[in-house]
């Protein structure tokens, strides 16, 4: 607004200004019509210089005195001309005032307008004239009180309450001038004109917009190129703020013209099959651009362009990766696909989980920060996001504010490179120097010894109660400076058993001796010092000290009441036999096996713990807990074998030998003993002792048949026949019985006097006519060994008939008596199929007496397919099935007979109806080897192995598979297996075994031969 309105308060004024009159700013010279203002015959102030504010104030002091009629004008133009001399002469005594202050203002100043002046006027224009600047731009000058020092002070700083009607209605014709005045420069610059400026009435300031200065080079850009555009530099960003966060890339966003110019060459390119495409991804829709300055939406995509824009990218991006010297690429070729698939790319709901974890923990930490876990587990979520750099931040913020836990230090130290993280424990040292962790962790990252000795040492002087620490030195360090360094850790830390021991085993025997003393007298209730005392003793081949030391131990120990269990001893005795001392668990044996155990229950606890202690591999501990229970308990049978089988297994022949003898001695009525001593010394090749054991058994055990026997054997094998048959003679004598019978008619057989075998048998028969196998070797001897005629037939059956009339329930004389009348061609008494009819009437008959038995059921099965009637044994076998359902023997003959396709799912049903019978599991290893499965099959044979070991056929089975599949080495580890077992049972083990042409073979040579009639039944198969 162009008046002038005074503000401030009257209780300022001090003295008035030049040129004051009275009354003058409030109208006091009354009010004037226009009729009454006279025609002015001079200008306004007389004959006054305009800039000498003297004849300004005497002009207007004369017409205000003179009652106005000396000029000739009217009293309002007095007025007015008075107001502007007032005016006038403040400008120039402000003006005056800052030459004197501060030189000549320059051109086109405006005071205050540098604080902003100009936004907080009172609605003043420049100069109080009618032709003022634009609406909301001031152009200063002297008509404001804004800023003005010297106005504040003056009388004419009142409040608006002072002005009258006759002002307001000036103001409104100012104001509407100013509007008037305004639109028309408004028009102005609508129609373009750029250089019109408007002056204001105290000096014609230009009022033009910001923006209108720039609108010629706008309207230049157009014109710009895309390589000028281009070449454009980025704008950079050097504010502190954003310098831990700048961009990698800036961009600069392009202008409408290229924007535009784009659209248009994509069109083109699209339109002439993508000559000009190149990156642009959008195209603009036809119609929807309406003018050609400004770009408006409706875009579509464009299919080319995306494929353009992609391998525009991928320049772009191997353009990056290109040595800039070069201009050789430095992209790995073999390592740049690898190095894409080992990018992690996190998943949606483990970015939610990342920062669900980092709000919950970071309001661990505003809650208790002191706590160290809170940010340690802050530390690692950073660190499980990939943010290796802020979880460095997280954890050295936390070293601030927790500097007494030593885990967020140790964290801080494995975030961190291996220089930093030294310097990080080196704080963390100073700050808690008692702390074990840090200077330990400080040690591992040295590389070199001497490095970690000094940081060790500093650790030491820091903390010299520390075990650990001396532990971590000493390890360091030779023997000599490692026994320095003990016996001052001993003086330092006298309560650590450790240091004590280690320096004795360090230390001469003399040395070492003076070293257990002292530790026993600082541990007085340490059982490891006396175990220790024990073994320096044993290791100078001191027995009878062992047993001293330890005797003494348990006493000192039960004296200063120091709690040992009868458990914890006996875990010393074995901890001492692994660490090379047995005298040493012997002794603790020897003293405390009996602690805490009733006398009722002294041998099987002893037994027991015999058998845990083998089972553990302790052979000398067991050893010496039986030798001690044998020594309470001697007449103990149990005992005595349990100690036999652990030197048999364990133990030398001398230690068998020694057991053996000491058994014999405390039980010369047990045979077992005599009989396992003598054949042990025969097989070691000592005949003569064996007899002489022998002979003593003899007159301990005269009628004894096991020990009659033993010696028949000895001399049966030996090659010693007719001394055998004296013996076999004296037996019968002396101790006659039904096995004595059978060996001597055995011996017989062998020696080819059949009919003195047959006469053997029928005089034991004739005492013994219960006992099968004496028919079941008559019987033989007249089929097999005698001519094949009607005669020794007819014989054959009698001693099978009278063997299943004295023996009905025994299944093998009922199978050996079908299997003879099956062969009744070869005797010449009838056909085969008369042979095989009565072999099965036989078979039938025996099933009736003997029900649900799988032998015979296998055995008249077995006739069938010999005989050619495979749908009657198909027939058979399912009744057997039902009768013997769960019966390995018919389940394995099943699945080996079944067809091809079969085989698998009976194999199936086989395992689920016996999942452990050692014949099934054959057969389903069997079925393996067929198909080629050659480690399967080797698993299955292995384990039908162990399932029954005494069970011939299985070894035989899959002895011959390694034959035929096997390497030289898996051969012998089988038949090396078969020898420790040495089985007994089995068909067809049976078979060679008990032949009489393999009397005498070995278990190796019997495996063989069983072995080479497998492999002839599967060549008939294939």
Same mark, same amino acid.
């Given at each position: 607004?162009?008046?002038?309105?005074?503000?401030?308060?009257?209780?300022?004024?001090?003295?008035?200004?030049?040129?004051?009159?009275?009354?003058?700013?409030?109208?006091?010279?009354?009010?004037?019509? $226009?009729?009454?203002?006279?025609?002015?015959?001079?200008?306004?102030?007389?004959?006054?210089?305009?800039?000498?504010?003297?004849?300004?104030? +005497?002009? %207007?002091?004369?017409?205000?005195?003179?009652?106005?009629? =000396?000029?000739?004008?009217?009293?309002?133009?007095? %007025?007015?001309?008075?107001?502007?001399?007032?005016?006038?002469?403040?400008?120039?005594?402000?003006?005056?005032?800052?030459?004197?202050?501060?030189?000549?203002?320059?051109?086109?100043?405006?005071?205050?307008?540098?604080?902003?002046?100009?936004?907080?006027?009172?609605?003043?224009?420049?100069?109080?004239?009618?032709?003022?600047?634009?609406?909301?731009?001031?152009g200063g000058g002297g008509g404001g009180d804004n800023?003005?020092?010297?106005?504040?002070?003056?009388?004419?700083?009142?409040?608006?309450?002072?002005? #009258?009607?006759?002002?307001?209605?000036?103001?409104?014709?100012?104001?509407?001038?100013?509007?008037?005045m305004s639109s028309k420069r408004r028009k102005q610059n609508d129609n373009g004109n750029n250089n019109t400026s408007n002056s204001s009435i105290g000096g014609g300031i230009s009022s033009s917009a910001i923006g209108d200065q720039f609108r010629e080079l706008k309207s230049k850009l157009a014109s710009v190129t895309e390589d000028e555009w281009a070449a454009i530099p980025d704008v950079g960003d050097y504010s502190l703020r954003h310098k831990q966060k700048r961009r990698e890339d800036v961009f600069t966003p392009l202008t409408d013209s290229l924007l535009e110019s784009r659209s248009k060459l994509n069109s083109d390119a699209t339109a002439s099959g993508g000559r000009y495409a190149m990156s642009g991804t959008m195209q603009v829709i036809d119609g929807t651009m309406t003018s050609s300055s400004s770009l408006t939406g409706g875009y579509r995509t464009n299919l080319s362009g995306l494929a353009e824009a992609r391998s525009t990218v991928m320049t772009m991006s191997l353009d990056k990766m290109s040595d800039s010297v070069s201009g050789q690429t430095v992209v790995d070729p073999k390592g740049y696909l690898t190095s894409l698939s080992n990018t992690k790319i996190a998943s949606a709901a483990e970015v939610g989980d990342i920062n669900k974890a980092r709000l919950l923990l970071k309001s661990v930490?505003?809650?208790?920060?002191?706590?160290?876990?809170?940010?340690?587990?802050?530390?690692?979520?950073?660190?499980?996001?990939?943010?290796?750099?802020?979880?460095?931040?997280?954890?050295?913020?936390?070293?601030?504010?927790?500097?007494?836990?030593?885990?967020?230090?140790?964290?801080?130290?494995? &975030?961190?490179?291996?220089?930093?993280?030294?310097?990080?424990?080196?704080?963390?040292?100073? $700050? @808690?120097?008692?702390?074990?962790?840090?200077? /330990?962790?400080?040690?591992?990252?040295?590389?070199?010894?001497?490095?970690?000795?000094?940081?060790?040492?500093?650790? /030491?002087?820091?903390?010299?109660?520390?075990?650990?620490?001396?532990?971590?030195?000493?390890? /360091?360090?030779?023997?000599?400076?490692?026994?320095? /360094?003990?016996?001052?850790?001993?003086?330092?830390?006298?309560?650590?058993?450790?240091?004590? @021991?280690? @320096?004795?085993?360090?230390?001469?025997?003399?040395?070492?001796?003076?070293?257990?003393?002292?530790?026993?007298?600082?541990?007085?209730?340490? $059982?490891?010092?006396?175990?220790?005392?024990?073994?320096?003793?044993?290791?100078?081949?001191?027995g009878d000290m062992v047993d001293r030391i330890i005797d003494k131990a348990v006493r000192s120990l039960d004296k200063h009441d120091a709690i040992v269990s009868r458990a914890q001893w006996l875990k010393e005795a074995e901890a001492a036999e692994?660490?090379? =001392?047995?005298?040493?668990?012997?002794?603790?044996?020897?003293?405390?096996?009996?602690?805490?155990?009733?006398?009722? #229950?002294?041998?099987?606890?002893?037994?027991?713990?015999?058998n845990a202690a083998l089972s553990r591999n302790a052979v000398a501990t067991a050893r010496a807990m039986l030798a001690h229970s044998l020594a309470t308990f001697p007449t103990k049978r149990s005992l005595w074998l349990q100690a036999v089988e652990l030197e048999r297994k364990h133990g030398s022949a001398s230690s068998l030998d020694e057991v053996l003898a000491a058994a014999s001695e405390r039980l010369p009525r047990t045979e077992i003993f005599w009989l396992v001593r003598a054949k042990e010394r025969w097989l070691a090749g000592e005949v003569d002792k064996s007899r002489s054991i022998l002979t003593e058994a003899f007159k301990a055990n005269p009628d004894s048949e096991p020990v009659w026997l033993a010696a028949v054997k000895l001399e049966w094998e030996t090659g010693e026949i007719e001394r055998a048959r004296v013996l076999l003679t004296r037996a019968r004598e002396r101790a006659p019985t039904a096995r004595i019978y059978m060996k001597s008619a055995l011996l017989e057989r062998q020696c080819r006097e059949y009919d003195k075998a047959l006469a053997l048998l029928e005089e034991g028969l004739r005492q013994y006519p219960t006992f099968a196998k004496m028919y079941m070797m008559g019987g033989q001897i007249c089929s097999d060994d005698l001519a094949k005629d009607r005669d020794n037939l007819d014989r054959a059956r009698k001693f099978y008939q009278r063997g299943i009339q004295n023996c009905p329930d025994n299944v093998v004389l009922w199978c050996?008596?079908?299997?003879?009348?099956?062969?009744?061609?070869?005797?010449?008494?009838?056909?085969?199929?008369?042979?095989?009819?009565?072999?099965?009437?036989?078979?039938?008959?025996?099933?009736?007496?003997?029900?649900?038995?799988?032998?015979?059921?296998?055995?008249?099965?077995?006739?069938?397919?010999?005989?050619?009637?495979?749908?009657?044994?198909?027939?058979?076998?399912?009744?057997? %099935?039902?009768?013997?359902?769960?019966?390995? &023997?018919?389940?394995?003959?099943?699945?080996?007979?079944?067809?091809?396709?079969?085989?698998?799912?009976?194999?199936?049903?086989?395992?689920?109806?016996?999942?452990?019978?050692?014949?099934?599991?054959?057969?389903?290893? +069997? %079925?393996?080897?067929?198909?080629?499965?050659?480690?399967?099959?080797?698993?299955?044979?292995?384990?039908?192995?162990?399932?029954?070991?005494?069970?011939?056929?299985?070894?035989?089975?899959?002895?011959?598979?390694?034959?035929?599949?096997?390497?030289?080495?898996?051969?012998?580890?089988?038949?090396?297996s078969c020898i420790t077992a040495d089985p007994k049972h089995g068909e067809i083990w049976c078979s060679v075994s008990k032949a009489m042409a393999n009397r005498g073979n070995t278990t190796a040579d019997n495996l063989r031969a069983a072995a080479q009639i497998v492999l002839g039944k599967l060549q008939k198969l294939n």
């Open positions: 607004m162009s008046s002038y309105r005074p503000g401030g308060s009257r209780s300022n004024i001090t003295q008035a200004p030049k040129g004051y009159v009275p009354g003058l700013g409030r109208g006091a010279a009354g009010f004037v019509t $226009r009729s009454d203002v006279g025609p002015a015959t001079g200008p306004i102030g007389g004959g006054a210089d305009d800039d000498d504010p003297l004849g300004a104030s +005497s002009t %207007l002091a004369a017409s205000s005195a003179g009652g106005g009629g =000396a000029t000739g004008g009217s009293r309002a133009a007095e %007025l007015r001309a008075a107001k502007l001399a007032m005016q006038k002469m403040q400008r120039a005594q402000q003006q005056q005032q800052q030459q004197s202050q501060f030189g000549q203002a320059p051109v086109g100043y405006v005071a205050g307008a540098g604080r902003g002046a100009s936004t907080y006027g009172a609605g003043a224009d420049v100069g109080g004239g009618a032709d003022g600047g634009p609406v909301g731009y001031d800023g003005d020092p010297a106005m504040e002070s003056s009388l004419f700083s009142g409040t608006n309450e002072q002005f #009258d009607d006759d002002d307001d209605e000036a103001d409104r014709i100012y104001e509407a001038i100013d509007e008037r930490r505003d809650t208790n920060p002191k706590h160290g876990p809170g940010w340690i587990a802050s530390a690692r979520v950073e660190e499980a996001a990939g943010k290796t750099a802020q979880a460095r931040k997280l954890i050295m913020e936390g070293c601030e504010i927790c500097p007494d836990n030593e885990d967020v230090w140790l964290e801080a130290a494995r &975030l961190h490179q291996v220089d930093q993280a030294k310097t990080i424990l080196a704080a963390a040292a100073r $700050r @808690l120097p008692t702390s074990v962790k840090v200077f /330990l962790r400080a040690a591992d990252l040295e590389n070199h010894d001497h490095a970690k000795k000094a940081v060790l040492r500093l650790a /030491l002087e820091a903390n010299p109660t520390s075990v650990t620490l001396w532990k971590a030195a000493i390890e /360091l360090e030779d023997a000599d400076d490692a026994r320095v /360094l003990l016996a001052v850790a001993v003086e330092k830390v006298p309560h650590s058993v450790e240091m004590w @021991l280690a @320096l004795a085993r360090l230390e001469t025997y003399e040395n070492a001796r003076k070293v257990l003393n002292q530790a026993r007298k600082h541990l007085p209730t340490e $059982r490891a010092v006396w175990i220790a005392a024990a073994k320096l003793e044993e290791s100078q081949n001191h692994f660490a090379g =001392a047995p005298l040493t668990s012997a002794a603790i044996v020897k003293c405390t096996l009996g602690r805490g155990v009733d006398d009722e #229950d002294r041998q099987r606890t002893w037994a027991d713990d015999a050996l008596t079908s299997n003879l009348e099956e062969r009744v061609a070869e005797y010449g008494a009838g056909s085969s199929n008369a042979g095989v009819t009565k072999a099965r009437s036989l078979l039938e008959l025996a099933r009736l007496k003997n029900a649900k038995n799988p032998e015979l059921w296998l055995e008249a099965i077995r006739l069938e397919r010999r005989a050619g009637n495979e749908k009657l044994a198909v027939s058979l076998m399912a009744r057997a %099935l039902q009768e013997c359902p769960s019966s390995g &023997l018919l389940l394995a003959e099943h699945i080996s007979c079944s067809p091809r396709v079969e085989q698998k799912s009976k194999s199936a049903e086989a395992i689920k109806r016996r999942p452990d019978d050692p014949h099934v599991i054959s057969a389903v290893a +069997s %079925l393996f080897a067929s198909e080629r499965k050659h480690e399967k099959a080797r698993k299955w044979f292995e384990r039908a192995a162990k399932l029954d070991s005494d069970l011939g056929d299985s070894w035989a089975k899959w002895y011959a598979f390694e034959l035929d599949a096997g390497t030289e080495e898996s051969q012998a580890g089988v038949l090396q």
